[in-house]
């Protein structure tokens, strides 16, 4: 998904940081999707910690990530075009069928019956 060009004249870090910011904006990283920490993607890639690490920090700067602490960094709704309000009510139909004791494939199935997609083929 990411590679960086050791030739290139753009730095690493920008490389990277263009790079995920291109998969968010493109949907191939959704909004919520946990990004891999800055030592395993730098081991993944080749690069120093602090590279990987300007990297995140630049984008977080720009609200295309979020870092909540020891949980990691997560792309936000902004980085992948999905309104706010969308991401909320989602969060909160997701609470609301966990309260209510439905599995993830019940809550999914009535999500796609709602959309008028009911024939979606999951791939477990």
Request: hydrophobic share 45%; aromatic share 4%; glycine share 8%.
């Amino acid at each position: 998904m990411i590679e960086v060009d050791p030739a290139s004249p753009v730095p690493p870090y920008e490389q990277v940081r263009a790079r995920i910011a291109a998969l968010a904006g493109e949907g191939q990283l959704a909004a919520g999707t946990r990004l891999p920490t800055v030592r395993q993607l730098a081991g993944d890639l080749g690069l120093a910690v602090n590279t990987v690490a300007r990297a995140y920090r630049e984008l977080e700067a720009a609200g295309l990530v979020q870092t909540r602490g020891r949980h990691g960094t997560f792309v936000t709704h902004r980085a992948s075009g999905v309104p706010a309000e969308a991401e909320r009510l989602a969060a909160r139909y997701a609470e609301q069928t966990r309260h209510l004791g439905l599995s993830p494939a019940q809550a999914l199935d009535l999500v796609h019956a709602a959309l008028g997609h009911p024939e979606v083929d999951r791939k477990a």
